[in-house]
């Protein structure tokens, strides 16, 4: 055998030597973390798929709830958003709660629809967009059902330059306000929806369309 050949099989040899000592010493430790390894993703796989199930059945609850709704079966729609509320996954439960207060005041139970809404804006546990949201969806009611002051005490925080509900929020207290006969405030606020850029092009066309009838009607000074 010659040198290099020498060489060569004791290196091949103290390789295989370092390998067993490895494993003899960390073997067991790394099939340990093989196994924990392989059960953490089953049980995780698993544990999303039963999650996906139960929202997926929620889903299915909900469009239920809605078609109830969409044929004038009020009271068996709140009893299914109800336990939608309580029973549901993911988003469901909230959606069912705003789903609700539509519901009942589409069957003219104003003041409950807007408690409703009201619970939803003051729940912290809610993100601040959909809390936002029922605000806005209360002081729509109020516009009709309510005083300046209620639609103010719901929407006028949303009137800030920064809020993405500013245009609506300050077309609700526009409204509320030309109904109750503040037609100066009224008209302030139909005009700087109309001439701001980023109001959606509907809402600034209807406020185009109320500020040229305050202004028709002499009211505002």
């Known amino acids: 055998m010659s040198d290099d050949s020498f060489i060569r099989e004791v290196n091949q040899e103290l390789r295989h030597e370092q390998a067993r000592q490895i494993w003899d010493r960390y073997g067991p430790v790394g099939i340990a973390v093989a196994v924990a390894v392989v059960l953490g993703t089953a049980a995780w796989v698993g544990y999303d798929y039963w999650i996906s199930s139960k929202a997926n059945n929620s889903g299915d609850d909900f469009s239920?709830?809605?078609?109830?709704a969409n044929e004038g079966k009020s009271d068996?729609?709140?009893a299914a958003l109800k336990a939608l509320e309580t029973n549901g996954h993911g988003a469901y439960p909230l959606l069912a709660r705003m789903r609700a207060a539509t519901v009942l005041a589409?069957?003219?139970d104003f003041s409950g629809a807007v408690?409703?809404?009201?619970?939803?804006?003051a729940d912290n546990s809610i993100p601040q967009a959909i809390r936002d949201m029922a605000q806005l969806r209360a002081g729509y009611l109020l516009v009709d059902h309510g005083s300046y002051d209620?639609?103010?005490?719901?929407v006028e925080a949303l009137t800030d330059e920064t809020n993405p509900l500013r245009h609506s929020a300050r077309e609700a207290l526009g409204l509320s306000a030309w109904?109750?006969?503040?037609a100066t405030d009224a008209l302030a606020l139909f005009d700087q929806i109309a001439s701001d850029d980023t109001a959606p092009g509907d809402l600034r066309e209807r406020a185009v369309m109320v500020a040229e009838l305050i202004r028709g009607s002499g009211d505002a000074t």
């Open 64 to 68: 239920q709830a809605l078609t109830l």
């Open 76 to 78: 068996e729609a709140l």
């Open 106 to 108: 589409d069957k003219g």
């Open 115 to 121: 408690a409703e809404f009201d619970k939803v804006a």
């Open 150 to 154: 209620d639609v103010a005490k719901r």
């Open 179 to 182: 109904k109750e006969g503040k």
